[in-house]
């Protein structure tokens, strides 16, 4: 029996403007909502809502075999209540069905489990929160900020009462086991562990319009076949990728709603293969074995570390005298200045900062406000510069 178990990960930040040193002290509105807003609208006509359709359409040709889970960052939820409301009325008919798991991470799609517990900790009841309230969902599975786990995380999210966490299934870690087994994080009684398998699922998220690959062209059928070779070698495959991928990141012109709209049915044909959630994966297969994860690691670009938001000085400067903030936020107690300091945590402002290379194609340039990273180093911090300007009076 082999489980496929879809997560979609649907994250968009509030991008900042050209915030330049005469704004200082001056003006205190730091985000491009004209951006944000065409943004949003853009992802949702060509992404979001043919991909919800798409998603209700296959549970119900299906008879409800079909399953999926999400992780809605809150940021992304309040924009498309303010601008796409139609996606959230999308997402709560696919609720309905009782085929989607939402699961829970950082409201604002922050890296706090790395720099304040606290506030970690608040972000995350934050998330449930709005889950709870705007889909009657109560999460029992997390997942960090780009797949961001170590054994640390997993023992905290336990003592938090979740029943299972998401990770990268990196060889670094894995050594000679497979990513496609139920896992305990080491130093955990109870909770466990899913583990990406990245290759098939970057098949689909990268590779699925490389003319130059030489699966090229992926078929629903070709990757059904690969999924039935897991039979006797796993018990599931994760398949964990962005959201966008489908019509933003590959484009209707390529295929991939025709791929998506056939390949649950040509998976459905072996008669060992289902679809699960992840709470599901978690309930019907026991850990294969404790598994360890000594350092940090996530899903982003080959290096599956923190170097594409921690690799570089600007981004580590930039990063240190944010949460250095965080005491002199909190003694404010002044609601919009911590708003605006929360919205600063949001990963995306340290990716955009990010002067390595990828071999994973141009994912660092999605959407990015800036030409260069220097100059998104030097908007963060004249905005920096203005909220502790804030804060002093």
Not at 112 to 120: A, G, I, N, Q, V
Not at 145 to 154: A, D, M, P, R, W
Request: proline share 4%; hydrophobic share 35%; net charge positive.
């Amino acid at each position: 029996m082999v489980s496929v178990c879809f997560y979609f990960e649907a994250h968009q930040p509030l991008r900042l403007k050209n915030y330049s040193v005469f704004d200082i002290g001056k003006n205190h509105d730091y985000f491009n909502e004209k951006k944000n807003k065409e943004i949003i609208q853009r992802v949702a006509k060509k992404s979001y809502i043919p991909t919800n359709k798409a998603i209700l359409d296959l549970i119900n040709e299906t008879d409800g075999k079909f399953k999926v889970s999400y992780s809605l960052t809150g940021v992304l939820l309040e924009e498309l209540e303010k601008h796409a409301p139609n996606v959230i009325e999308s997402f709560e008919e696919l609720a309905k069905t009782g085929n989607v798991e939402f699961l829970s991470e950082t409201y604002h799609h922050s890296l706090s489990f790395l720099y304040s517990k606290r506030e970690f900790k608040e972000q995350v009841n934050m998330h449930k929160k709005k889950i709870f309230e705007m889909f009657k969902y109560r999460p029992k599975v997390f997942r960090n900020t780009e797949l961001i786990y170590n054994n640390e995380l997993g023992s905290f999210i336990e003592k938090m009462g979740y029943k299972g966490i998401l990770a990268e299934g990196v060889e670094k870690v894995l050594g000679w086991r497979s990513p496609n087994f139920v896992y305990r994080p080491a130093g955990t009684k109870k909770i466990k562990l899913l583990m990406k398998n990245y290759k098939l699922s970057d098949d689909i998220a990268f590779r699925f319009s490389t003319h130059d690959w030489k699966e090229f062209p992926l078929t629903a059928p070709k990757f059904a076949r690969w999924i039935d070779k897991v039979n006797g070698n796993g018990n599931c495959v994760n398949l964990f990728m962005d959201y966008e991928t489908f019509g933003e990141h590959q484009w209707s012109t390529t295929g991939i709603f025709r791929f998506l709209k056939h390949l649950p049915h040509e998976i459905l044909k072996h008669p060992d293969n289902n679809f699960m959630t992840p709470s599901e994966v978690i309930d019907n297969y026991k850990p294969m074995a404790e598994i360890d994860f000594p350092y940090t690691v996530s899903w982003a670009d080959l290096e599956r570390d923190l170097s594409a938001w921690l690799g570089n000085k600007m981004q580590q400067e930039a990063i240190k005298e944010l949460y250095e903030l965080e005491k002199f936020v909190r003694r404010s107690k002044n609601k919009k200045i911590m708003d605006d300091w929360r919205k600063l945590q949001t990963s995306d402002h340290f990716y955009y900062m990010c002067t390595k290379w990828f071999a994973d194609g141009d994912v660092h340039k999605y959407f990015n406000p800036y030409d260069s990273p220097y100059e998104g180093f030097i908007a963060f911090m004249n905005v920096m510069n203005d909220l502790i300007i804030r804060l002093k009076k």
